[in-house]
């Protein structure tokens, strides 16, 4: 995804100087800044409105920092006590040609190429480049043993077809497979984005042509024809589309407060507060949370427990609220839910065993309750150990796969994780009772393989959000599309007051 920076305006108390911006981006957290970019300079101006554009690309998984640096050829004087300024960033993502074009083609009277049989026909198909070379952009199923082949409709993103010029040239070049990779040409034919668009009439059916057979040959017509069957197009929208349209990420953490995780007050507790840094459950909390609780506009978030035996009586727990309060288990910020995680750790005792599916259910009644595509539900469990309900687990997330939520799974300390790679459904989507996961929404990473050797907890933090948050736009657009559900259109941009926009945005 890119976002394009199109404008800054800045608004200054007094003083005609002139104006430049420079931007830097972060190398890596903590790592340092890299100059990016600079406007122009603008003079004589209390607003000046930068024109030039910084296109940047955009990263959900990351935290991306941008600097800013206001450069100016002459001191700026300020009256003390008083604002000397404003610069509001306006970024947007670049918009042009997101639609997604499916076709389906077949072809008539192919050249044998066989000695034994007919041919084996496949496509494939090029995007011309501006300095007139071609790019490979999508190559059809091989058909077997055919001169007449229907190969199955196939979607491509417009903007890899033809670059969003609707007439630029596409070559299709069309082969017969052979097993040994050395594929016969059969001919080739081209067209654009432009005529294909008209869909099935007689301007979308090609002759295949031989150039080097319709030398040789003065009788040579063609080496058979391709005829499109179909066409149609449809808008691909993007996870900062919903965004934009107001869509909200509910976060929920749950933390396991098993026996396993050892005695809390032992330094060689996975839960023990030290003084001086974070311990691995509250470092994965930070490093998911920072990131996620961006795109949840009041900042609150459920936090639970499980795997602990609760005061006053002793009962054993797989839902409980790490703040003490059943009614509203809502903490403030992710410095709220540390704060709540480290006064229960004081007031419960931890136990066992280890299950998820109360859990995962939990967060599962909210999303069912919410599914117009306004509110998108992630939960994030942190673990040291052995799923003791497997089977429960596995039906919870067949269940949930079919809601607007993802899990994500941190695995911390030095358990074998083999059941969690599972359920992360990668290689092998999830099934309960035989019945598959409509959708891949868990994500599994084990902390260790984090941690920075030389130390650095900031590196391992961005490091881990980096993966675990990576499929998440993925499992959020599978969800909306598999609904049909399409993105609010984005408010207005924000105008300060007695400010008008007289740029024109592209």
């Not at 026909?121 to 490979?136: A, H, K, L, Q, W």
């Not at 026996?259 to 003084?275: I, K």
């Not at 949840?296 to 839902?319: T, W």
């Not at 931890?350 to 539900?377: E, K, W």
């Amino acid at each position: 995804m890119l976002f394009e920076f199109l404008c800054f305006y800045l608004f200054c108390c007094w003083g005609i100087v002139k104006h430049s911006l420079v931007l830097f981006t972060e190398v890596q957290s903590g790592w340092g800044w890299l100059a990016f970019g600079r406007t122009e300079v603008i003079d004589n101006t209390l607003n000046p409105d930068f024109v030039r554009k910084y296109i940047l690309d955009y990263f959900f998984e990351e935290k991306q920092n941008l600097r800013f640096d206001f450069r100016l050829e002459k001191p700026l004087g300020g009256i003390p006590g008083k604002k000397c300024g404003t610069i509001i960033l306006s970024a947007e993502e670049l918009s042009n040609c997101r639609d997604s074009a499916t076709m389906q083609f077949c072809a008539n009277k192919l050249d044998k190429k066989d000695f034994f049989g007919k041919s084996d026909p496949f496509m494939v198909f090029y995007r011309s480049n501006e300095d007139g070379t071609f790019t490979i952009c999508h190559k059809t199923e091989v058909v077997k043993n055919t001169l007449n082949p229907v190969w199955q409709p196939f979607a491509i993103p417009v903007r890899a077809l033809c670059n969003g010029d609707y007439d630029r040239t596409i070559k299709v070049e069309v082969y017969d497979w052979d097993r040994d990779g050395s594929h016969d040409f059969i001919g080739d034919f081209t067209t654009s984005y432009r005529e294909l668009a008209r869909g099935q009439s007689q301007f979308n059916v090609y002759e295949v042509i031989n150039t080097k057979k319709k030398m040789k040959k003065k009788k040579y017509v063609n080496s058979g024809t391709v005829t499109l069957l179909s066409f149609s197009v449809e808008s691909e929208f993007t996870f900062l589309d919903y965004i934009k349209g107001g869509t909200q990420i509910n976060f929920t953490v749950a933390i396991d407060f098993t026996a396993s995780n050892g005695n809390p007050s032992q330094s060689t507790s996975l839960h023990y507060m030290n003084p001086y840094q974070l311990n691995a459950y509250a470092m994965a909390l930070k490093a998911v949370g920072e990131i996620i609780q961006d795109y949840d506009s009041d900042k609150m978030f459920p936090a639970l427990g499980f795997g602990a035996k609760l005061p006053p009586d002793g009962r054993v727990s797989h839902e409980f609220p790490l703040n003490g309060n059943m009614e509203n288990p809502y903490c403030n910020g992710i410095e709220g839910i540390l704060e709540a995680y480290h006064q229960s750790l004081k007031t419960v005792q931890l136990y066992g065993p280890t299950n998820f599916a109360p859990i995962v259910n939990h967060v599962a009644r909210y999303a069912a309750a919410v599914q117009d595509g306004s509110q998108y539900f992630v939960l994030l469990i942190i673990t040291d150990g052995v799923i003791s309900d497997m089977a429960q687990t596995k039906e919870a997330i067949v269940n949930a796969a079919k809601l607007p939520m993802s899990i994500i799974i941190v695995g911390v300390g030095q358990a074998e994780f083999d059941a969690m790679v599972e359920l992360d459904g990668d290689d092998i989507r999830i099934s309960s009772r035989g019945k598959l996961a409509e959708r891949d929404i868990v994500q599994f990473v084990p902390f260790r393989d984090y941690m920075d050797r030389t130390g650095n907890h900031v590196l391992s933090m961005a490091r881990l959000a980096k993966d675990v948050l990576a499929e998440i736009p993925d499992q959020f657009i599978s969800y909306m599309k598999s609904r049909g559900i399409k993105p609010n259109p984005a408010p207005p941009p924000y105008t300060p007051p007695g400010h008008t926009h007289h740029h024109t945005q592209i």
